[in-house]
């Protein structure tokens, strides 16, 4: 019955009038932010951050907001997957095989309203699998010393990797950048500075603000020069928008399955909502095998990656909560987010700062039917929104942008870096070189560090340490302390080089940014 | 061909090395630990090489680089940026702010029109969300104007 408090406490935090509006701002918000192609979930997320901030909003209200426009983000992302075939976001590219072609049909309604409802079912089930499910994590990651944190660190960069890009090694160097680039600034154990060249901007170290909004949202300006907007073309008309229950009814074993899927591939660190909706439409197209007609517009083939691709969005949020290694790209933002706060996730976050945990879980109960009713009866509201031109929308973006980290720290340093990082992105976008990595490595590069450091002084610098062995003095040997840490490497490894040998059997999802 | 991943993998060589010349700058400290202030940081060094390596020897397909018009525009969008950057603080956000937007704009579409009405909705309209909406001390004009 713990479980229960806990959430009377939550509710009596996500209740309050002004948490609730921020929940719904959030949801709709966010929603926009899925809709509109070239701005997505991780974009959104970061370019809204330091406005946050100006709001001077406290922990919990900024949480909240943020996961609602989260949430929302990954609803909304389906809009124009179905109605242009683009995919406001890239989960939501599975989306587009079976919406559009649904929508050519003359059934855009339909699609739009089964993977409203899809979506909602994937996000609660997540939601109520992180509140079961997050707990737990947290009490067996309370007896997590520095080297199960080392060997954690090191499965969320290779597991990463293995679908962040077609090729390991690039995958690899972009871990290692962000890593590096967070090694600037002055060192947390000795207080030098490293490889600051002497410049007192780089003291304090590379804001990971700016190298987020950099890589993403001014890359993205960049590939949209190149394109043109050429790519924001017109999709199919709209017309009336009904309920079709016996569509919904018969997909419920769909929903269900691919919810499962996607919360799992959510967990998983380093994965994300590309992969959740991805293996949940692969497995439900083995289930429902060539009678279904996967790819020909089936109410099914949307409803079977908005669930995974939601369900997922949900269950990235566990490891990021309990351990505080990010399950994806905007979870990794949402984990900037916090610890710009002064919050630090892992297992003692739902003891210290139980209001925040139950809250944010509260929030995202409420954040769930509202976006249901956002992006079912309302869903017109947001096609009309979807018709922003690209030239309007982009300088809007790259505008906000600026004005959100020049708030944040007033100074054009962090401007020019920002433009820096966005060059550097759209580089890195034409060589294959995936950034999420980066961005990951940035936030956690000196949490990874420290680990090691901390694992060598309580080791007296015996690397065997590392593997789970402790020198035992008194009988003269080694003894094996805990067979997490061995493990967890044992699955890094795999989780690097299996990909290789997969990429042969299944096709990825284009690119994960999400 | 494949010399774009060749040229990147040597660049990340590079990279690689002056990271490390970097690391043997690091100053030692009174307060020491059995890794170090290096350690981390050449094991970096050290994987990143490898990748470049990788590049080197088993390079990728070329992508689709721009042409010689797209190239330039991207240059002038940096170009403009960073003038823009440095405009904020003694010009204000009004004028950067529209000029910077209608270029931006101009460069996806190239219509003079549409793009000098984005620039200049942008610009009041921003701002006023900012100014306003969420509070933000932002400077409308040049502070000279203001007196």
């Avoid at chain 1, 699609?111 to 996000?123: K, R």
């Avoid at chain 1, 309990?322 to 994806?328: A, Y």
């Avoid at chain 1, 015996?462 to 040997?477: A, M, V």
Wanted: charged share 10%; glycine share 12%.
């Amino acid at each position: 019955m713990e479980l229960l408090s806990n959430l009377a406490l939550g509710f009596s935090v996500a209740l309050t009038p002004f948490t609730l509006f921020l929940a719904v701002a959030g949801c709709f918000l966010g929603t926009i932010i899925g809709a509109l192609p070239g701005l997505g979930p991780s974009n959104g997320v970061a370019i809204l951050i330091p406005l946050a901030f100006s709001l001077g909003l406290d922990a919990t209200s900024a949480l909240v907001l943020m996961t609602a426009v989260y949430y929302g983000a990954m609803y909304g992302g389906r809009i124009s997957s179905i109605l242009l075939n683009i995919p406001g976001d890239e989960p939501a590219l599975m989306t587009t095989l079976d919406g559009y072609p649904m929508a050519k049909a003359g059934r855009a309604g339909d699609a739009l309203v089964l993977s409203g409802f899809a979506s909602f079912f994937g996000a609660l089930f997540a939601t109520i699998g992180l509140m079961l499910l997050a707990p737990l994590l947290s009490r067996i990651a309370y007896q997590f010393g520095p080297s199960e944190y080392f060997a954690l660190y090191l499965l969320a960069f290779s597991t990463l990797g293995g679908i962040a890009s077609r090729n390991q090694a690039k995958a690899a160097l972009a871990s290692c950048i962000g890593l590096g680039i967070a090694m600037i600034g002055l060192d947390n154990q000795t207080g030098m500075p490293r490889f600051t060249g002497g410049n007192l901007h780089l003291m304090d170290g590379v804001d990971f603000l700016v190298a987020i909004v950099g890589l993403f949202a001014v890359a993205e300006v960049f590939v949209f020069i190149e394109s043109h907007g050429r790519e924001s073309s017109i999709g199919v008309k709209l017309g009336k928008v009904t309920l079709p229950v016996r569509d919904l009814t018969k997909g419920i074993g769909t929903m269900l399955r691919s919810s499962v899927i996607g919360f799992i591939a959510g967990v998983l660190p380093g994965a994300g909502a590309s992969l959740g909706s991805f293996l949940a439409y692969m497995g439900e197209k083995n289930v429902q095998g060539k009678k279904g007609g996967f790819g020909t517009g089936v109410p099914k083939g949307v409803m079977a990656p908005e669930a995974g691709n939601n369900a997922a969005a949900g269950g990235a949020l566990v490891p990021m909560l309990t351990l505080g290694v990010p399950g994806s790209g905007t979870t990794a933002v949402l984990l900037a987010l916090l610890l710009t706060l002064n919050i630090t996730p892992g297992p003692t976050l739902f003891t210290d700062r139980p209001d925040v945990v139950w809250g944010l879980i509260a929030s995202l109960l409420i954040a769930n039917f509202v976006l249901l009713a956002m992006n079912v009866p309302m869903v017109k509201m947001f096609v009309h929104i979807l018709s922003v031109p690209a030239w309007v929308l982009l300088p809007g973006v790259m505008m906000i942008s600026f004005v959100g980290i020049y708030s944040l720290s007033g100074s054009y340093f962090d401007l020019l870096l920002m433009i820096f990082f966005g060059i550097v992105g759209w580089i890195f976008r034409k060589l294959d070189v995936p950034t999420v990595p980066i961005i990951l490595g940035i936030l956690l590069g000196n949490h990874m560090e420290d680990a090691l450091r901390r694992a060598m002084i309580l080791s007296d610098g015996d690397w065997r340490f590392l593997f789970g062995f402790r020198w035992h003095s008194s009988s003269g040997g080694y003894e094996f302390y805990s067979a997490i840490p061995s493990s967890l490497l044992v699955l890094a490894v795999a989780g690097f080089v299996a990909p290789i040998f997969l990429r042969r059997v299944i096709k990825r999802p284009q690119a994960v940014s999400d | 061909m494949k010399l774009s991943d060749r040229l990147f993998g040597v660049v990340v060589i590079l990279g690689a090395l002056a990271y490390t010349a970097g690391a043997f700058q690091i100053q030692a400290s009174f307060m020491s630990d059995p890794v170090g202030s290096k350690t981390f940081p050449l094991m970096l060094a050290g994987v990143a090489a490898i990748c470049g390596l990788n590049f080197v020897f088993r390079p990728d397909d070329d992508p689709a680089w721009p042409g010689r018009m797209t190239l330039g525009n991207i240059v002038v969008a940096v170009l403009v940026m960073v003038a823009y950057a440095h405009a904020l603080k003694p010009l204000g956000f009004l004028i950067p702010t529209a000029v910077c937007a209608a270029i931006l704009s101009f460069q996806i579409s190239p219509r003079p029109l549409p793009a000098a009405i984005t620039g200049l909705g942008l610009s009041i309209g921003l701002f006023l969300i900012f100014k306003y909406a969420l509070g933000l001390g932002l400077q409308p004009l040049p502070k000279a104007w203001l007196g």
